[in-house]
């Protein structure tokens, strides 16, 4: 799949489910309400989807949510879409996940093929954990972390990086990881979502001073890896661990994106930060041929916009795109 800009996409992250067990200030307003049953594609229905996909060149597959592993019986996804790894269809199967279910399910994720997690952790607090997540418990997550790790999955940290919240923690959390041999990418906080007020523009910090701030501690050199994706990375000397910045805000990343994103309603977005969508849903529904399934991925990557519009403005309120971080998975 070639879109009009020449860009390969070869990336699809799935949301499975829009629910979640924590309630993160910056991604959801605690009373958030969810999407009814029967708009949300089935596992069998996401599995027809992901593999259309597979079928028509797709070699990364990432699941998010929400949160992928409160959904019931979504170890049924990873163990049938594993098998396009062992056919060679498929070079990746992975994750994003808060790390609350990693103590149930780390080694059956590992059976299924997976090899690469990433976890969201913003800090090593307790107290700040639980102010940050809502209704997160931090010492699950830390007996996540480890169960993965002991079932040899390889773990990367994203950390959104959050003014007056985490920014007194950032050498913390990279010599953490260095000892924890995770790699660790900070992320940027974006304008998705009404979750209230101008919280975000307070929470904002870019990543530039994140930088800097690390500067103080640690020697890092650019390293060329991309993934297609927002981030640049660099090597920590001290830790032998890459750290990664995903500054959408800040610079344009468009260029090689290579992905799309499919919502639990089976509504693929072609850019994070544009409203245009395309429904795979009436056709997956409308028979059991996947020809008219397809056509419409055909005639959606045929519409991949050049790039996004975010913008954090406070004449504009800080709504840039309307849709949750939950919804389309981030
Ligand atoms: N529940 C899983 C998790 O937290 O890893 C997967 C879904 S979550 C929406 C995916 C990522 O998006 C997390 O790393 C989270 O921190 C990030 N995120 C959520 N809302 C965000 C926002 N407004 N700006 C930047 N990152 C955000
Ligand atoms: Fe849930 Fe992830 Fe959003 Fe936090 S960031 S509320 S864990 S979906």
């Known amino acids: 799949m070639i879109d009009p800009f020449g860009r ?3 990336y699809l992250r799935i949301s499975v489910t829009d629910r979640c067990d924590f309630r993160c200030v910056y991604c959801m307003s605690e009373d958030m309400t969810f999407l009814p049953k029967d708009e949300i594609l089935s596992l069998e229905e996401l599995e027809r989807v992901c593999s259309a996909f597979v079928r028509l060149g797709v070699r990364k597959l990432r699941m998010t949510g929400g949160e992928p592993l409160v959904r019931r019986n979504i170890m049924w996804l990873f163990h049938a879409l594993g098998r396009h790894l062992k056919t060679g269809d498929l070079d990746e199967l992975t994750l994003t996940t808060n790390g609350s279910q990693l103590g149930r399910f780390s080694n059956e994720l590992y059976d299924a093929g997976v090899r690469r997690i990433n976890v969201s952790l913003d800090t090593l607090n307790p107290d700040k954990f639980k102010a940050i997540t809502r209704w997160g418990r931090y010492d699950q997550v830390m007996e996540g972390i480890a169960a993965a790790k002991d079932a040899g999955l390889k773990i990367k940290i994203n950390t959104v990086a959050l003014k007056g919240v985490n920014d007194d923690e950032l050498h913390d959390l990279v010599r953490w990881c260095g000892a924890g041999g995770y790699d660790l990418t900070f992320i940027e906080v974006m304008p998705m979502g009404d979750i209230g007020g101008e919280m975000r523009l307070d929470q904002y910090l ?20 991309n993934s297609g994706g927002p981030a640049r990375y660099v090597d920590v000397a001290e830790t032998g661990q890459k750290i990664g910045f995903i500054t959408p805000m800040t610079h344009n990343f468009c260029e090689a994106c290579n992905r799309v994103r499919l919502t639990c309603t089976g509504t693929l977005f072609m850019c994070l930060g544009q409203e245009d969508a395309a429904d795979l849903r009436t056709p997956v529904r409308a028979g059991e041929s996947d020809d008219l399934l397809d056509a419409a991925i055909h005639e959606a990557i045929a519409r991949k916009p050049e790039g996004h519009d975010f913008i954090i403005d406070r004449r504009r309120g800080d709504l840039g795109v309307g849709r949750h971080m939950s919804v389309t998975g981030g």
């Open 8 to 10: 390969h996409i070869s």
């Open 206 to 225: 870019p990543l530039s001073m994140v930088r800097a701030e690390l500067l103080k501690q640690w020697t890092l050199t650019d390293n060329a890896f």
